[in-house]
């Protein structure tokens, strides 16, 4: 189960703090990644972050996003700074999707609506 929250309306240039609660897998042993999706849009991937805490982001997120995990607490954080109005959309948590342990199941996702 994955259970996202910490969304919400904010204005440019605002930030915003994503959780990702995660339960039922072997949280330290799977690669985890935040994706969004925008209205009429696909649900692309937007930063991930290896067992041993590599990350990686996407072009339009660099150096504005930061992705963190706490194995301890089966939990993985999206810091999101300078937001801008192309980042609304609903963010979700998984399984990167190169990993064994991804499962096509989502939670409900957190929205995130900037304003300009």
């Known amino acids: 189960q994955l259970v996202e929250s910490g969304g919400g309306l904010v204005q440019a240039g605002g930030s915003l703090r994503l959780s990702c609660a995660a339960s039922?897998?072997?949280?330290?042993?799977?690669?985890m990644a935040w994706y969004r999706q925008a209205p009429g849009e696909q649900r692309d991937l937007v930063s991930n972050i290896s067992t041993r805490g590599v990350t990686k982001y996407v072009d339009a997120v660099k150096g504005r996003f930061t992705i963190s995990r706490d194995n301890a607490k089966n939990t993985v954080y999206l810091q999101i700074n300078s937001l801008k109005p192309e980042d609304t959309a609903v963010y979700f948590c998984?399984?990167?999707?190169?990993?064994?342990?991804?499962?096509?199941?989502w939670g409900q996702g957190t929205q995130v609506t900037v304003s300009s």
């Open positions: 039922g897998i072997v949280f330290s042993r799977v690669t």
């Open positions: 998984n399984a990167d999707r190169r990993s064994m342990y991804f499962r096509d199941v």
